[in-house]
């Protein structure tokens, strides 16, 4: 059964920052790329940031590069996504996926069930 379980969101100021981590089980982490995607209310759901298999390419939304990272650890299985200087815009809900290296959703194959992360002026 195959599991991705997201964690680290939470309320905070703007300027702070977040860990998120999103730990997996049910399938050969090492052979998928991970994304992070969020959805604010009332918008669709839109790509934050993906990681390749190994860890060695990392590709980012225009609105989070320079504030974001993205890193994985397979022999954990699990992937993060560190959240620097937070915005107001940065609130949604966070989903991790497992997939293909790409910035659509269509390209990733599992899904966490989200954490919310809220960002307070």
């Known amino acids: 059964q195959v599991q991705l379980v997201e964690s680290g969101g939470g309320l905070v100021q703007a300027g702070g920052s977040l860990r998120l981590s999103c730990a997996t089980s049910?399938?050969?982490?090492?052979?998928?790329?991970m994304g992070w995607f969020r959805q604010a209310p009332g918008k669709e759901r839109e790509f934050v940031a993906t990681?390749?298999?190994?860890?060695?390419?990392?590709n980012y939304a225009d609105s989070v590069k320079a504030r974001f990272t993205i890193s994985r650890d397979n022999a954990k299985n699990t992937v993060y996504l560190q959240m620097n200087r937070l915005k107001p815009e940065d609130t949604a809900v966070y989903y991790c996926?497992?997939?293909?290296?790409?910035?659509?959703?269509?390209?990733?194959?599992?899904w966490g069930q989200g954490t919310q992360v809220t960002v307070s002026s």
């Open positions: 996926a497992a997939g293909s290296y790409g910035s659509t959703w269509k390209e990733y194959e599992y």
């Open positions: 049910g399938y050969t982490f090492s052979s998928y790329a």
């Open positions: 990681i390749s298999r190994r860890g060695g390419f990392t």
